[in-house]
């Protein structure tokens, strides 16, 4: 059984910073892919940041500069350093975990979510 497991979250004033980390328990599991997704009310869930095995990331252009995503391999962790926080990046940010499952198919797992909010 595989569980996603994310924390870090709060709130923060604008300007400020939060680090979010994120765990896999599972037997022997080994990530291509972990990811950092976000969702406010009313709005669709997006990509905020990525990082695969081989130190390839990818970042949502309005946190370019602000946001570091980083994996430790031997831990199946992934954390995502948020700096110089905006109130538009008040969200539920989830942990996204992705594994070879054979036969070429991914699967992927998900975190429950934590809470961000910046106030003004």
């Known amino acids: 059984q595989v569980h996603v497991v994310e924390s870090g979250g709060g709130l923060v004033q604008a300007g400020g910073s939060l680090r979010l980390s994120c765990e896999v328990s599972?037997?022997?599991?080994?990530?291509?892919?972990m990811g950092w997704y976000r969702q406010a009310p009313g709005k669709e869930r997006e990509l905020v940041a990525d990082?695969?095995?081989?130190?390839?990331?990818t970042y949502l252009d309005s946190v370019k500069g602000r946001f570091t995503i980083s994996m430790d391999d031997g831990k199946n962790a992934a954390y995502l350093q948020m700096n110089s926080l905006k109130p538009e990046d008040t969200a539920v940010y989830y942990c996204?975990?992705?594994?070879?499952?054979?036969?070429?198919?991914?699967?992927?797992?998900w975190g429950q979510g934590t809470q961000v909010t910046v106030s003004s």
């Open positions: 996204m975990a992705e594994r070879m499952a054979g036969w070429g198919r991914r699967e992927k797992y």
């Open positions: 599972a037997f022997a599991f080994r990530a291509v892919t």
């Open positions: 990082v695969t095995k081989d130190g390839s990331t």
